[in-house]
């Protein structure tokens, strides 16, 4: 791009400081409220406590709900990697309309409204009579970020070059050494990214899981119902400690995904 | 999944059990049988239930039990029952509104992001894409608790006597609903427009201006047509999550910010008629489907030079 003039750059960082404002300072604001009281119309500034976490960690139905998460998470997340890396693997192998399409299939629930993806497990689970429960969840999680960790994993594959792959080969190593010790290694990166971003989306899936959930729920379901009660130092105390864990996992998947 | 991978000796020599068993022995798959490996998990998972819940549409409910008897009455309950109509075109229009928003408003910072060099340019970037991974539930929950009726907007003012009664028209209604849905994908505008306006090629600028145009002329002429793709793009994709979306206008949309969505899910709770539930979210699906076309065309043009 040109350089801009000066009073157009400087247009353009006013929107973009205004847009910044609307996107953080509402979680800046519920963290700030999980340390400050809020009464009679002003902050009270003397009442700095961390009483709102101590609480947290008393409350076992938030001890259960982050557990459920992380579970549904890492479960759904290490079937993704396997199943997407596989499903790359294939599409990456050959050519045709087959492929093409499997792709789409495979892009769907992504492409269409949560509700929708939502809807279908959720009418899916019904016929084939399969109770709901964390199960179904972390299904519906897998078929969620399976496009994620496909998409990465070809991307990666296209730019290792093919030589590589038949120098392996034509140096005796069979199909299974030459993806273990010369594929893999080059699709690590790729995947931690990957696994990571779709951890995140898993993490705070909330409209497919509001569906297809059982009588457990994971941490966005146990905000949904807490929320419609009201504010309390409480929830922002967990709003800020779940904006702290998932700003971690950014960094983190920033780290694996500039790697070249 | 292993943290550290050790490069083994890839340079030996080849010996007879790698002829004999190797690479043949392990590649030397059916192609139907891989074909069939592949579709089997995304068949059962995802085409199936797609299929099913299209067809659930074509059943009505009776009582409490489906009957599973062909019927188109679902759809045209749809056009003949008052309400169903009008709350599907104002969710569109509603979906309409939250994308030219988000495009406006990240349009400039797109640009922005893209005269940026080097380091600064990823570093606000990854600014405006981190909000994308943080828990959505928490953005309309710390929205709202903002522009509530007993929000921090509304106290403070009262507080500093700007107003004398709380504000009501900010939460609770569809403009609620919109600012709302805008300010929670505004991202998803200005990555796609970012990325299109990045992929203009320098020289087209340079040539533009030895040509002699001003910069706002290089701007109408070049720049904008080449980046509408990247505008087409995220504008359908503001929109399709706009029109689908449930929790937000169930959160700060009260009574009067009903929405399509929020219809379709009440057909799945105290509704209890999931045909007719399913019927809707195919109807729904005809704005995604355009929008999606949209997306893809935009995305395939190419320069046409």
Known sequence: MMRLALPIQAALWIVAAFVLLLLYGPLFLAI??????????RVQWDSFSFTAYARLMDNQRIIDALTNTFVVGVIAVALALVIGTLLALYHHAGRGRGRDLLQVVIYLPFLVPPIVTGLSLLIF????????????????????????????????????????????????????????????????????AAGILAFALSFDETLITLLVT?????????????????????????????????????????RYLTKP | MEGRVQHPPLLRPMDQRDIADGRRAVGAWPDALLTATAWALPTAFILVPLLLFLILGFFEIQGTEIVYRLTLKNYTRFFTDAGFLPTFISTCL?????AAIAVVLGYPIAYLLASLRGRAKYTVAMFFAVPLLMSYIIKIYAIRSILGGNGFLNRSLLYLGVIDEPWTFLIFNLNAVMLTLAILLVPFAILPIFVALERIPRNLLEASADLGARPLLTFLTVILPLSLQGVVIGASLTFVLAIGDYVTPQMVGGIEGF??????????????????????????????LMAIVAADRAGRARYAT
């Open chain 1, 125 to 192: 689970f019904r016929q084939i009579d399969f109770e709901r429960s964390l199960v179904t969840v972390v299904i519906g999680h897998t078929v969620f970020v399976l496009a994620v960790v496909y998409r990465n994993v070809l991307a990666r594959l296209q730019t290792v070059s093919r030589t590589l792959v038949e120098a392996s080969l034509d140096l005796g190593a069979n199909r299974w050494q030459t993806f273990r010790y010369v594929l893999l290694p080059q699709l690590m990166t790729a995947l931690l």
């Open chain 2, 94 to 98: 509603l979906g309409l509104k939250v």
């Open chain 2, 259 to 288: 929405t399509f969505g929020r219809i379709i899910y009440s057909q799945f709770g105290f509704g209890n008629n999931w045909p007719f539930g399913a019927a809707l979210s195919v109807i729904l699906l005809i704005p995604v």
């Open chain 1, 214 to 254: 059982g009588t457990k729920s994971t941490l966005p379901m146990w905000l949904w119902s807490m929320m419609r009660l009201g504010f309390t130092p409480d929830v922002n105390a967990l709003v800020a400690l779940v904006l702290a864990g998932t700003t971690l996992l950014c960094l983190l998947a920033t």
């Open chain 1, 32 to 41: 700030f409220f999980s340390f400050f009281a809020f009464r009679s119309n």
